[in-house]
């Protein structure tokens, strides 16, 4: 059976980091917000976080946020 846990991020372009406040994940990126590029950086940076594949990492919400919601799927 597959399940997911979601967290509420929230991203900055002021760094590079990975800070986990409560149930809130704060993420420093590098990369600029165009054509996805700041995305796929999340989802790895969260992937490494996690120890787990970028596979099972997925943006729910806030593509085009600063604020997102992110599914870490266990199986």
Known sequence: ???GLKYEVEVSFRGDF???EGDKILVGLTCKPEKGK???ELIKKLAKH???SSLNVRLVSGHKS???VVEI???
Request: hydrophobic share 45%; charged share 30%.
């Open 73 to 75: 799927i266990e199986k």
């Open 38 to 40: 700041a995305n796929m």
């Open 18 to 20: 990975v800070q986990v």
């Open 50 to 52: 996690f120890n787990t």
């Open 1 to 3: 059976m597959v399940s």
């Open 66 to 68: 600063r604020k997102k």
